[in-house]
């Protein structure tokens, strides 16, 4: 992965969340407190704004760059989640090109570890970390995350905000674990050849 692709990737997830912002915002009515899909929008807007104005010049500087725009503007859980996703991508690039697996590991176990959920709390979680390992196997395809996605529906939910509702978050999907599934396709179009 390179700049450009990074970049990249950005555009096409900010018009994926612009486009899914009330989707996002009706997961997390159901589920939490219906903020989801605004604190994304908020990311999104903050991150072109700040690649624009930072012109970072490698990798690891796109990475943080990123990371401090989506921590500045996200808020709620997600934003400091998503921040150390980004975070951890920049100190795991070391070159102006860095491979994916790689990226994906260090992100999934900085969210893993900053949240303090495991695998089936229903979280974002349950996307980032098999994620991560499907990457690694290269076997990450849209099918394979959509897949991880749905899975969060039948369970209960751990930790944040959807824990409150105990027995009643069964049924529906997690909002950030549908998030992350958009982020992590989005790159796998953005880095497509
Ligand atoms: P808030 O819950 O503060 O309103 P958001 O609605 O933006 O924040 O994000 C909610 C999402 O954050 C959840 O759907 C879940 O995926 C994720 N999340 C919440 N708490 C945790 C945690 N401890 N670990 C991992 N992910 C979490
Ligand atoms: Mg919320
Ligand atoms: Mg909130």
């Known amino acids: 992965m390179n700049v450009e692709q990074v970049k990249q990737w ?12 009330d989707y ?18 908020r990311g999104v ?16 500087q796109t990475f943080k760059s ?5 921590i500045s503007k996200v808020g709620g859980a997600s934003g400091p989640l998503y921040g150390t996703a980004f975070l951890e991508m920049a100190k795991a690039a070391k070159d102006s090109e860095s ?56 369970l209960r939910a751990l930790k944040g905000r959807a824990s409150y509702l105990g027995e009643r978050s069964i049924g529906h999907l997690d909002p950030g674990a549908v998030s992350t599934g958009m982020l992590l396709k989005t790159l796998l179009q953005a880095t497509a050849k």
């Open 99 to 154: 491979d994916i697996p790689t990226l994906l590991q260090a992100a999934a176990d900085g969210v893993a570890k900053r949240g303090g959920a495991k695998v089936g709390d229903k979280t974002m979680v349950d996307v980032w970390t098999p994620a991560a390992q499907d990457a690694k196997a290269g076997q990450l395809n849209a099918a394979n995350i959509d897949k991880l996605v749905e899975a969060t529906k039948p």
């Open 10 to 21: 950005m555009q096409l997830y900010q018009t994926e969340i612009e486009k899914n912002k």
């Open 24 to 41: 996002l915002s009706q997961l997390d009515t159901d589920i939490g407190d219906g903020d989801h899909g605004n604190n994304m929008a």
């Open 45 to 60: 807007d903050a991150v072109a704004a700040g690649l624009a104005k930072d012109n970072p010049a490698d990798l690891a």
């Open 66 to 70: 990123i990371a401090m725009s989506l």
